[in-house]
């Protein structure tokens, strides 16, 4: 779940130059654009999963190679 301070403070910055409807709360804006984006997110999450775990058929020895390659970060 989004933290919808920081995607408010994100709104704000990204909307400086957009003029926001008067009968557009900002609370709702940040609402409905957080779980926009959790939507998506999630999307890309099922996405990912798939593709990393090779369609239910996982290449561990290519999963271990990205393991160690993350330890060394």
């Known amino acids: 779940m989004l933290d919808r301070t920081v ?9 400086e130059e ?4 008067k ?3 900002l609370n709702k804006l940040v609402e409905c654009f957080s779980q926009y984006t959790e939507d998506d997110y999630y999307e ?3 996405d990912n999963f798939k593709s990393f775990f090779n369609y239910g058929n996982p290449d ?3 999963i271990n190679e990205r393991i160690k390659s993350t330890e060394m970060i």
């Open 7 to 15: 995607v408010n403070d994100f709104l704000m910055e990204q909307l």
């Open 18 to 21: 957009i003029k926001i409807p």
């Open 60 to 62: 561990w020895k290519w």
């Open 23 to 25: 009968n557009i709360k």
């Open 44 to 46: 890309r999450l099922k």
